[in-house]
C-alpha cells in the first residue's frame, strides 16, 4: 500500500500521520530527533508494509506484473492499490476523500519542521499534483508513474504498466478487497 492507505491507517491522528509519511523517506532506526508519537508513526508504517509485502493477496497481484516489471512489481501493487482506495473511498472512510486529502495536506504542511528534507519535496510534489486524489482515475495513477519513473532513473516506463493493469483488473481488485480487509482488520 502507498501513501494513501498509509494515511487512512493513521486513523487521523496528526503524529501518526506526519511518522507514516516520513517513513520511506528515514534510514536506519535512529529517529532520536523526532517526538515519540511521530517515532510510533514511522513503526506503524513499517508494520503496514511488513504485513502488506507477507500477505498472499499483494504476493499473488505482483506476479501479475513479472513480465516486464518484476524489479518494480511491489511499487506498482502499492500503487495501484491506493487506486482501488481511492477509488472507492468511502466504503473505508466515513471522510469523503477530498475532505481527507485535505486534512492530510494541511497536517503535512503545519508539520514541515519535523520533514526531513526528501519529504518536504515530495510533498510540495504530492500537493502541486493533487496525487491522493489523483491516485481515483487511471489517468492520475498514469501520471503518478510517468513522474515516478523519471524519479527513479532506471529507463523502465512505469506507466506503461497500465495495460497490464487493465488486463489484470478484476483480479487485482479482488486481491486488493482481501489485502484491506484483512489490513483493516489489523490496522483500523
Do not use: C, W
Request: hydrophobic residues 35%.
Amino acid at each position: 500500500m502507498n501513501y494513501l492507505a498509509h494515511a487512512l491507517f493513521s486513523n487521523n491522528d496528526p503524529n501518526l500521520l506526519i511518522g507514516n509519511f516520513i517513513a520511506d523517506h528515514l534510514r536506519g532506526n535512529d529517529f532520536q530527533k523526532y517526538p515519540q508519537e511521530i517515532i510510533t508513526g514511522i513503526y506503524l508504517h513499517r508494520k503496514i508494509d511488513t504485513f502488506t509485502d507477507n500477505h498472499e493477496s499483494f504476493k499473488a497481484s505482483k506476479r501479475l506484473f513479472y513480465d516486464g516489471y518484476e524489479r518494480y512489481s511491489g511499487i506498482l501493487i502499492d500503487i495501484y492499490s491506493d487506486h482501488f482506495l481511492a477509488k472507492n473511498f468511502d466504503h473505508y472512510s466515513q471522510i469523503a476523500l477530498k475532505e481527507f486529502t485535505e486534512t492530510a495536506y494541511n497536517t503535512y504542511s503545519s508539520n514541515q519542521h519535523h520533514l526531513p528534507q526528501s519529504s518536504s519535496n515530495f510533498l510540495e510534489y504530492v500537493i502541486k499534483n493533487n496525487i491522493y486524489n489523483a491516485y481515483s482515475s487511471i489517468e492520475g495513477i498514469e501520471k503518478v508513474l510517468f513522474h515516478l519513473s523519471h524519479r527513479i532513473k532506471h529507463g523502465v516506463m512505469l506507466n506503461e504498466s497500465i495495460s497490464l493493469f487493465k488486463e489484470h483488473e478484476k483480479e487485482l481488485d479482488s486481491n486488493f478487497e482481501l489485502l484491506f480487509k484483512d489490513a483493516v482488520t489489523e490496522f483500523l
